[in-house]
């Protein structure tokens, strides 16, 4: 196979793809947790957050598959197993099942936590003129703040 040669060197690849490994890990913890709670919420919004968490964890799935398809453009290896997703992620797991209210809570949380990450991935993007990974990243950053705020919405 040739040598990959795009304009980004070595060292700044590498770098925009731990950014991307965190942000892969917090996206797919989230994704987890989204379905998760989409499987078992409870309560007198049942059908308005079961319907919300469905289009949630399926945006999420394409996410995930972008993500992951970016940091092998940049020639480096994705991560895929639970226990490096643990390791990355900035997103706690949540144990049992909390209450619909509670549910709400933790995905904004885990929303604007992906947004954080986000931003420090885009800042090592952009002074690597990876416009790119740039593009791709402030668009999921768009995604998780709009998306935080309609969970907040319905508090």
Not at 91 to 112: F, K, N, Q, S, Y
């Amino acid at each position: 196979m040739s040598q990959i040669d795009i304009g980004i060197s070595t060292e700044n690849r590498e770098q925009i793809a731990e950014g991307l490994k965190k942000l892969l890990a917090d996206s797919y913890t989230l994704y987890l947790q989204t379905h998760n709670f989409h499987w078992n919420v409870t309560g007198p919004q049942f059908r308005e957050l079961h319907l919300m968490f469905e289009e949630h964890y399926t945006e999420l799935a394409v996410a995930v598959d972008d993500i992951a398809e970016r940091i092998r453009t940049l020639d480096v290896a994705a991560p895929g197993t639970y226990k490096t997703f643990a390791e990355l992620s900035s997103i706690d797991e949540v144990e049992g099942v909390p209450t619909a209210g509670d549910m709400v809570d933790i995905l904004t949380r885990g929303h604007e936590q992906v947004v954080k990450t986000c931003r420090e991935t885009l800042a090592v993007a952009q002074e690597s003129a990876d416009e790119s990974t740039a593009s791709l990243v402030s668009d999921r950053m768009r995604i998780h703040e709009k998306t935080a705020w309609m969970l907040r919405a319905t508090r």
